[in-house]
């Protein structure tokens, strides 16, 4: 399942409501597989039209961080642990300020790996309390 992860389907399964008698694993692997398809579909149209039509790609960032801005905002808005949340922002502002733009992003997600696997219980616990 690792190796078919996206954005959208990261975002689809944070948000996904099972119904009752439901197999979550076997839904899972379905929406993860029907997602990596119309990737890589999308992918090689896009590919295809990118080379028949001139594109400007400028302002194209300001999309990618609109998404993953709205996932932050679903996820706190949804679970109510915020340990996920805060330990991306402060490892991501301390990696940004020691390493600069274009050498943070490795550091502060395999740092951000550590603390989340180090205080799983203390997110498992927070996220049955509710």
């Known amino acids: 399942m690792v190796l ?60 990618a961080t609109a998404f993953f801005l709205v996932v932050v905002v679903n996820q706190w808005q949804q679970y109510p642990s915020k340990i996920p949340v805060f330990t991306g922002m402060i490892s991501s502002v301390i990696f940004y300020f020691l390493l600069g733009a274009d050498n943070f992003l490795i550091p502060a997600l395999s740092m951000s790996l550590v603390v989340l696997m180090v205080l799983r219980e203390r997110v498992a616990i927070q996220m049955e309390v509710r």
Request: with cysteine; charged share 20%.
């Open 4 to 63: 078919s992860l996206t954005d959208e389907t990261y975002s689809v399964l944070c948000s996904v409501k099972y119904e009752e008698g439901l197999d979550r694993e076997k839904t899972d692997f379905f929406i993860a597989l029907i997602d990596h398809c119309y990737w890589m579909l999308g992918c090689f149209l896009g590919s295809c039209m990118g080379r028949l039509l001139p594109w400007n790609t400028a302002g194209i960032e300001f999309a």
